[in-house]
Structure formats: C-alpha cells, structure tokens
C-alpha cells in the first residue's frame, strides 16, 4: 500500500496538497502507523491519535509565501529522523483531528495516506527557511537545547 503512494519532489508540489484536513507526519510511514497511535515521548503516555503539523494555511499568513508556510511546517519536525533513525521519512496524510498533544499538535487519526516527501524537497524547504535569515526562529529540536 504505501510504496504506492506518489512522492512529492517539490515545495511547490507539496503547496497542492496543502487543505483543511491535510496534515505531515515524520514516522516510518502509514504502513506502521496503521496499528499505533504517538506517545508522550517526556511520559511515554499512549495519544490518542498520530502527532502531525496541518498543512492548512492560515487565514492571517493573508498573501505571503504558501511555499515558505509548507517548508517550515516540514522544517520543524526534521530532526526526528536524526533521532529516530534512518527510516523515519516525512509523508503526507488526510486526517480527522481527535485531540491535542502535550505540545499543543494536532493528534490525527489517518483517513488516507496520501504522497511521501522527497529528500529534494526537504532540502528546498531548508533552503526557504535559511533564506529568511531569523536568528531567533529554528526547528523544535529539543535535543540541542544544552542540557
């Protein structure tokens, strides 16, 4: 089923699916995800759905850049490949929101998996987001936070 799914290869691809119920997830893929749900990773409590950043775009970001929005909500969520391996890719899914978690992410339940995200397009997103230049804006990395 997932190797089906289309790849996005592109920040502006990935601007196409951008909806209401459209949401990205850093994981191993939907296949896994099917028969779990996230957990607290400071508790270890079970959630009640899938940890996810929207796609939608909010009405107040007006007529900026659609293609900067998407690239940072990938950005944000980066590092969990480097925490939790080699195989954790960013995808692409339809969902139902069914609560919040301890950060305040939308808590999914996968309608329909919908496109995997290229490492091209990673790379694009990085590209977008260095090029603002912010020096207080970065991803939510906690691990560099220098405990």
Known sequence: ????????????????????????????????????????????????????????????WADRSHELWVARRLFDYRHLRDLRGSDVRAWVLRGDEVGRGPDNEPLVRCLEPLAWVAD?????????????????????????SGR
């Not at 749900?37 to 107040?60: M, Y």
């Not at 397009?121 to 939510?140: M, P, Y």
């Open 1 to 60: 089923m997932t190797d089906e799914l289309p790849t996005i290869t592109s920040i502006a691809e990935l601007v196409g699916y951008v909806g209401d119920d459209v949401y990205v997830r850093w994981s191993k893929g939907p296949g896994v995800d099917a028969a779990s749900t996230s957990r607290d990773s400071l508790t270890g409590v079970e959630l009640p759905g899938l940890s996810a950043s929207p796609l939608r775009i909010e009405p107040w």
């Open 120 to 144: 091209e397009a990673l790379l694009e997103c990085e590209e977008l987001v260095n090029a603002q230049h912010s020096e207080e804006w970065g991803s939510l990395d906690r691990s560099s």
